[in-house]
């Protein structure tokens, strides 16, 4: 079965940098690629995904890459905010009749005001 | 538009007795899931529905645990009897038929005693 491996585990950035997580999955077949954020006691939010079709999509301060060839991807978040501080979890998914998400383990993301 | 609903919140249970864990998905969403969270991990898929039917709980200790979607809406799932090292959160998902997009619960915290 599919396999992510997520690393770090925990990140601590100051207020304005950058943070990148990044993730690696084992099944060529994965085509689907979401993260979530995970506030403490909080439900897991998809806060961008993508499709093994391409190869960087953004929305306002994050952004995901997608290495097919290295089966690697990763988020970029931009002018971090104390409010991104949260738990965040990449996954991975085949398409067609099987919609399993496997996740990563998570990284803990800190964002020192 | 409500998201998916799971009750209770919150349990507290002595070890050997049941319990039981329900979730309302999104409106018109077919497929449900049940993950299991424990602390510090990401979210392990336990049981997937597409309307009624299971298509995949291979990951469900079926021992003790069952599940049901009788109408393909609702979904209870039951452990019986409970042990320590269910204690976790209990997450459910929903999805519309074709997408890979999940959305949680805010999920049950189980504690066994």
């Known amino acids: 079965g599919e396999n992510v491996e997520q690393h770090p585990s925990t990140l601590s950035v100051q207020e304005g940098d950058s943070a990148v997580i990044k993730c690696t999955y084992s099944?060529?077949?994965?085509?689907?690629f979401p993260w979530y954020k995970q506030e403490l006691g909080k439900r897991p939010q998809l806060i961008i995904d993508?499709?093994?079709?391409?190869g960087e999509k953004k929305d306002q301060r994050i952004a995901v890459t997608l290495n097919k060839t290295a089966k690697h991807f990763s988020l970029h978040i931009t002018e971090t905010q104390p409010e991104d501080s949260a738990v965040y979890f990449c996954a991975a998914s085949m398409g067609g009749s099987n919609y399993k998400l496997t996740f990563g383990k998570g990284t803990l993301l800190t964002v020192n005001p | 538009e409500a998201g998916v609903v799971q009750s209770p919140r919150y349990k507290i249970i002595e070890k050997k007795q049941p319990v039981a864990f329900w979730c309302n998905p999104i409106s018109g969403h077919n497929t449900l899931y049940w993950y299991l969270q424990n602390l510090g991990q990401g979210p392990e898929l336990l049981i997937r529905?597409?309307?009624?039917?299971?298509?995949?709980d291979s990951q469900l200790p079926k021992d003790r645990f069952s599940a049901e979607r009788l109408k393909g809406v609702d979904s209870t799932l039951k452990i019986q009897p409970a042990e320590l090292g269910d204690s976790a959160v209990y997450l459910c998902a929903s999805s519309s038929q074709g997408s890979a997009e999940a959305f949680f619960g805010q999920g049950t915290r189980l504690t066994v005693v």
């Open positions: 993508i499709r093994s079709n391409v």
């Open positions: 529905y597409e309307n009624e039917e299971a298509v995949d």
């Open positions: 099944d060529s077949a994965s085509n689907y």
